[in-house]
């Protein structure tokens, strides 16, 4: 079985990230997928 992993080349992780959301956001596109967890977010 292969697993693979991909993610973007940019990382944002903080207290104030969606205090901002274009300035993080905008270059991923109209409608990104933003996918979280009790554990990750």
Not at 8 to 18: E, K, R, S
Request: glycine letters at 4%.
């Amino acid at each position: 079985m292969i697993k693979a992993f991909s993610s973007p080349a940019h990382y944002v992780q903080g207290n104030d990230v969606f205090s901002h959301p274009k300035e993080y956001f905008e270059n991923l596109g109209k409608q990104p997928l933003l996918l979280c967890d009790d554990i990750v977010w």
